[in-house]
């Protein structure tokens, strides 16, 4: 049943007749991984036959490097390709193993084809185990996933093995059967494969066996015939050996002569000095009854030739036969001295092939081990894989979790300062609301009464008058700040933007304080002498100026100055500054928060803070911003910038 593994391996070896070693060890050493998984395939087919162990070490190769490419298909084919070699060199344990894991496999990958093969070489393993009705089994499934795939290459394959297994078992008959199939399914095809050629050989020798040597004769014949081109140079000369073995035994020496003969004529033609060996043995033994001392002429070429290739099996053969010749001829002396011969290079090749079953057995323990390994190594990843993403999912879900909590106190801390400065800013109102519009209200009634009451002289009601006008005008600014304040918190603060000219809402700012500035004797000087055009709220710039100036004189003693002046350094920078009173630094922190405070000026004058918070607010909304400088005693500098805009040319232009 061996020829049946040989067969077999001879075919998955076949495709790589025309790519030579070296082409595959550099395809294996090529960057593509694809390419090196293809190449340590290629390369563990063609030395399963005869280094097993570099084919056990390719396949652990390209193995590891399908795992690592998490490539099932190659994976798959790794695994039937360590069963084939398992297999041809009697490993049936692990050919079974690899095997099975194979089809398990395609299987999964729903892979009819290569899953039809898998059980095409488990089919053949079985039966060269004996194993008869199982390798029916599995031949069945095979010829079943061959028919799915529509693979007529398979079907024919699987056909040649149920013939193998029914000649095994002794059933000539539906051997014959499934072999003929098999021979049917090659008519319509123009070539021939080594497997056709051995077809052939099984026909015949069931029909010998059956004792039909004329049929089996005929077989052999259209083998000969058919295999009469030098790409089938090897199976010719196998074929021309077996006729000639089928009338050797059939006593017929003269046709025996002639068929070995021509096998050595053509051996000599290809060039093929091992098949030259076996024929030169077949035709001594046929002469060695008639002509032993051309037999022993021919046997020493043999072992010429023999000797030149370093096969011992064959110095061996040679030897086998020349003692026998010589013990025909008497010659016991030569032909025990060729029989130790004999038995030396057998206990050698016998030492070589146990040296290499061994390693071989010892590689594909190894690679099991291996397997084992890798398949644990790759469980503990996993685990340790989920075990990392659980950890990240933990920790972003922590991370994400802080992050909201974070944003919520973040959110909460600032309502709590929104809450306050809005306290804040009611307890000022209330308390601007409470004194200085009912201070300023109350006096003006007390006064009122008072004029009613009494008698005043004229110079006497001229100065009540003028306090009355104090008091209306500071409830009036107040109104008015809180009037804008109010609205801008109820609607928010809106801009309509228009071309403004600093240059003329300053002077007309300076033009109706200058009476406000007179009455405490306070000097302003306008330094704005050029335009300075923004685009801007004109209400609004309107507001800040008079807020700024007015703020000044009030907060500026008798005899001091005020001076206003513009910086153009791409804004407009408008700064405002006396020689007043000075804010404290505690003062100024409040302004840089936005809180709001009454404050007295130089004269009593009562300032709510509203003006300020006004001022930021509409500078702000018009891309700008307000700062100051201010030492207590020395005075304070009030500025604030606007985006400098080109003038505007005049309409009509």
Request: aromatic residues 8%.
């Amino acid at each position: 049943m061996r020829w049946v593994t040989l067969l077999l391996l001879f075919l998955s070896v076949s495709l790589l007749a025309f790519q030579s070693a070296d082409e595959l060890h550099g395809s294996s050493n090529s960057q593509s991984d694809s390419s090196r998984v293809a190449a340590y395939l290629n390369l563990s087919k063609d030395y399963t036959a005869n280094q097993p162990d570099s084919a056990v070490e390719y396949c652990n190769r390209g193995l590891q490097l399908a795992e690592r490419e998490n490539n099932q298909h190659a994976q798959g084919l790794f695994l039937l390709q360590l069963g084939i070699i398992n297999s041809t060199h009697h490993h049936a344990g692990l050919a079974r193993k690899f095997f099975n894991e194979a089809i398990s496999v395609f299987r999964h990958q729903h892979d009819k084809e290569d899953l039809a093969k898998a059980y095409d070489e488990l089919g053949v393993l079985d039966a060269d185990q004996k194993n008869d009705k199982q390798a029916l089994r599995e031949f069945n499934y095979s010829m079943n996933y061959y028919r799915d795939a529509q693979d007529t290459s398979g079907i024919l394959e699987t056909y040649h093995g149920l013939g193998a297994v029914f000649e095994q078992a002794g059933d000539t008959e539906k051997a014959l059967s499934y072999y003929l199939r098999a021979l049917v399914q090659y008519e319509h095809r123009s070539t021939k494969s080594a497997a056709y050629f051995s077809l052939l050989d099984r026909i015949g020798h069931l029909y010998l066996k059956k004792g039909n040597t004329l049929i089996a004769l005929r077989y052999l014949q259209e083998g000969v015939d058919s295999s009469n081109t030098p790409a089938a140079r090897d199976t010719q000369l196998t074929m021309l050996d077996e006729e000639g073995s089928v009338y050797e035994r059939e006593g017929q020496r003269d046709k025996a002569l002639a068929y070995y003969k021509q096998e050595l004529l053509e051996a000599k033609r290809y060039k093929k000095p091992e098949d030259q060996v076996k024929a030169l043995i077949s035709i001594a033994r046929v002469l060695k009854g008639n002509n032993s001392v051309q037999s022993l002429q021919d046997l020493k070429s043999a072992l010429k030739i023999a000797s030149g290739l370093h096969e011992p099996r064959l110095e061996a053969s040679i030897f086998e036969a020349m003692a026998a010749v010589y013990q025909q001829q008497n010659d016991f002396r030569e032909a025990m001295f060729a029989l130790e011969e004999q038995h030396h290079l057998l206990d050698s090749l016998l030492n070589a092939d146990t040296a290499k079953d061994i390693v071989a057995l010892d590689n594909s323990y190894k690679l099991e081990t291996s397997q084992e390994r890798i398949s644990d190594l790759q469980q503990t990843n996993k685990k340790e894989t989920r075990e990392l993403y659980l950890g990240w999912v933990v920790l972003a879900a922590t991370i994400i979790i802080l992050g909201i909590f974070w944003a919520y106190l973040r959110k909460v801390r600032k309502l709590n300062d929104e809450l306050k400065a809005s306290n804040r800013i009611k307890d000022t109102l209330f308390s601007i609301i409470g004194h200085d519009l009912k201070g300023p209200a109350g006096s003006a009634a007390q006064m009122f009464a008072i004029m009613e009451t009494e008698h005043f002289s004229e110079e006497e009601l001229r100065v009540m008058i003028g306090e009355l006008r104090k008091q209306t005008e500071a409830s009036f600014d107040l109104l008015n700040a809180l009037f804008e304040w109010g609205k801008a918190q109820l609607n928010g603060v809106k801009v309509k933007a228009e071309d403004v000219n600093l240059q003329e809402f300053a002077e007309r700012t300076v033009s109706l304080l200058s009476s406000s500035a007179s009455a405490k004797n306070i000097s302003i000087y306008n330094n704005i002498q050029t335009p300075a055009w923004v685009n801007a709220d004109p209400h609004h710039v309107d507001f800040v100026l008079r807020n700024l100036i007015s703020n000044a004189i009030k907060f500026t003693f008798d005899g001091g100055s005020i001076e206003i002046n513009l910086e153009t350094d791409g804004d407009a920078i408008i700064s405002v500054k006396d020689t007043g009173k000075g804010i404290s630094a505690a003062q100024q922190e409040e302004f840089a928060k936005g809180n709001i405070e009454v404050s007295f000026g130089t004269k009593g004058e009562k300032g709510s803070g509203l003006g300020l918070l006004l001022t930021k607010e509409f500078i702000a909304a018009n891309n700008g911003r307000v700062w100051l400088n201010s030492r207590e005693g020395k005075g304070t500098t009030f500025s604030f910038s606007l985006p400098l805009i080109k003038q505007p040319e005049p309409v009509g232009v």
